[in-house]
């Protein structure tokens, strides 16, 4: 769909992030107060209000990537690091399953692990269909569980509000794209808001959305520019743009390096073995040697 000509762009993760500080209990707390200050010092009151929730939510969000992560055994972490690459947020068991496929993670097997070994009798890692980054069509799970953590916090720390059904929803264990669309359209259509349709179906958090005035507003009042400029000093957006895009804790800047997995129990013996260090040192000697003749013998014929 073509986008139209005012509209406002912004990603899916910084809008999120955008509106969940505009719900907060800090914020909500703040447009209460009856404080008597010049626009201009409730203004920068604000600014820094909305810096701080910006950065505690992404503090959230990395701890809740970082822990998924940590979810990974050694094997599955070379894998997606060989296979996908460095960037934690690509890799589809951090994406899409959200947990470790191999055999064994944590000392323990997980049911669905256990199952998934059943089934292929194998303790390698289950077949890469499961792995597949098409299945995108809700939010990472660990992304879930970042928003489970911040609505929870919020229903705990304030009273009831307008958006309050929409919070709560985002607690339940079913929660996904639908619970968190419906706190975010719910926002912008107070705004008088909307966003734009799209043809994908890919629910991604680096997605560019299309903001737009709704089009069943009454024809007499603000025009659309008014409308989007209200709605882009409410939320901040281009705070929340800037901060989210430039700041270490995004998740498209945590990266993994190798070294990740050390010799396994197995080869450990194996070279602590004499026996096996002392057939190692004769085969060595041996190639030489017969490398050794090889060369002498094509000098001599020289």
């Not at 307008?162 to 794209?177: P, Y």
């Amino acid at each position: 769909m073509e986008s139209p000509s005012s509209c406002l762009r912004v990603t899916r993760l910084t809008l999120i992030h955008a509106v969940l500080a505009y719900v907060s209990p800090e914020l909500t707390t703040m447009s209460c107060l009856p404080l008597m200050l010049p626009i201009e010092i409730r203004f920068r009151i604000l600014t820094h209000l909305h810096l701080a929730l910006s950065a505690s939510l992404l503090g959230s969000l990395n701890r809740s990537l970082q822990s998924a992560l940590d979810d990974l055994c050694d094997s599955c972490k070379a894998y997606n690091l060989h296979v996908y690459g460095p960037n934690v947020s690509d890799w589809p068991e951090i994406r899409v399953t959200g947990g470790c496929w191999c055999a064994k993670i944590g000392g323990h097997q997980r049911p669905e692990i256990a199952r998934a070994r059943d089934r292929w009798n194998s303790d390698a890692c289950v077949d890469a269909k499961i792995r597949s980054p098409l299945a995108d069509h809700d939010p990472p799970p660990y992304f879930i569980f970042h928003l489970r953590q911040v609505a929870a916090t919020y229903l705990s720390t304030t009273s009831s509000s307008l958006f309050t059904r929409e919070i709560e929803a985002m607690v339940t264990s079913h929660a996904g794209a639908k619970e968190v669309d419906a706190l975010v359209w719910k926002v912008l259509r107070h705004f008088q808001c909307c966003v734009a349709s799209s043809k994908t179906r890919a629910w991604k958090l680096e997605d560019e959305l299309c903001i737009i005035p709704i089009s069943e507003r009454p024809s007499e009042g603000s025009s659309d520019d008014e409308i989007l400029c209200t709605l882009q000093l409410a939320l901040d957006l281009n705070r929340h743009r800037d901060f989210v895009s430039h700041s270490e804790l995004n998740p498209r800047n945590m990266m993994l390096t190798p070294p990740l997995i050390s010799n396994s129990p197995d080869s450990k013996r194996l070279y602590s073995n004499p026996r096996s260090r002392n057939i190692s040192l004769i085969c060595g000697v041996a190639v030489a040697c017969v490398l050794f003749s090889i060369r002498y013998g094509s000098l001599a014929a020289w």
